[in-house]
């Protein structure tokens, strides 16, 4: 009995011996997983953070260069290279093929003729200035009005007399702005090319006449009937030898 005893024993322990093994085998494996993959991870986190510094030392350098070339355009642009020869600037060529404006009478139609389509449309009609031409105009009264400053203006083609405010459209102008003197337009040239040239026209106002200025027809006086006005009997009276 005692051999069997111990022969059980002894394969109890052997066992047991195995199993102890197996067991720290298991942990050694399981340690050296981690050891892995914790290295795994510390290499990964380390590419990581030189990704990123990588990543910032390149924005930084690019923001430098173009701040660089920024400073480097605005110094070459901001004057004149002075290690360049100067050469003058060009010299504006003028146009040629000025076109020339329709006379008053062809204008006068073509403002009819927009005034009825604004009425047959139901629109505003344009103003009669449209069919005048700045240089036909000329500035005899500028006054004060609740609405700003208004010009008195006439067409001396046709003999009529306009008010005007600042905005007033002409055929190759506009109305910019009344002064206490002078009146400022806007001019148009237009070229047979379809190219446009704007310039500021200025127009005084025009002056009594310097031959006679005590020639000014004053207030008319009410008479009764029947009775000749005494100025006209000292002037007949004066007319005769």
């Not at 031959?211 to 004053?218: D, F, K, L, R, T």
């Amino acid at each position: 009995m005692l051999p069997e005893v111990q022969h059980q024993r002894l394969l109890h322990n052997r066992q047991s011996n195995l199993k102890s093994e197996e067991r720290k085998k298991e942990v050694m494996k399981i340690m050296m997983h981690d050891k892995t993959t914790l290295r795994f991870g510390a290499g990964l986190l380390v590419r990581a953070v030189a990704l990123l510094v990588i990543g910032g030392a390149v924005s930084s350098a690019m923001a430098q260069v173009t701040q660089t070339s920024q400073t480097t355009k605005k110094r070459v642009y901001s004057g004149r290279d002075p290690f360049k020869r100067y050469e003058p600037p060009p010299v504006p060529v003028k146009r040629s093929g000025q076109v020339t404006p329709p006379p008053i009478e062809a204008r006068i139609d073509l403002y009819k003729a927009q005034k009825l389509a604004a009425m047959r449309a139901r629109m505003p009609a344009p103003k009669p200035t449209t069919a005048l031409l700045l240089s036909e105009l000329q500035v005899i009264g500028i006054s004060r009005t609740p609405r700003g400053y208004a010009a008195i203006v006439e067409a001396m083609p046709i003999k009529l007399s306009y008010v005007i405010y600042p905005g007033e459209p002409f055929y190759d102008g506009q109305l910019v702005a009344i002064e206490d003197s002078r009146l400022i337009f806007r001019r148009e040239v237009v070229f047979s090319d379809g190219h446009r040239e704007r310039s500021v026209e200025m127009k005084p106002l025009r002056q009594p006449n310097s031959v006679n200025p005590m020639a000014v027809s004053g207030p008319a006086v009410a008479t009764p009937e029947g009775e000749a006005p005494k100025n006209d009997e000292k002037a007949v009276a004066t007319a005769k030898p």
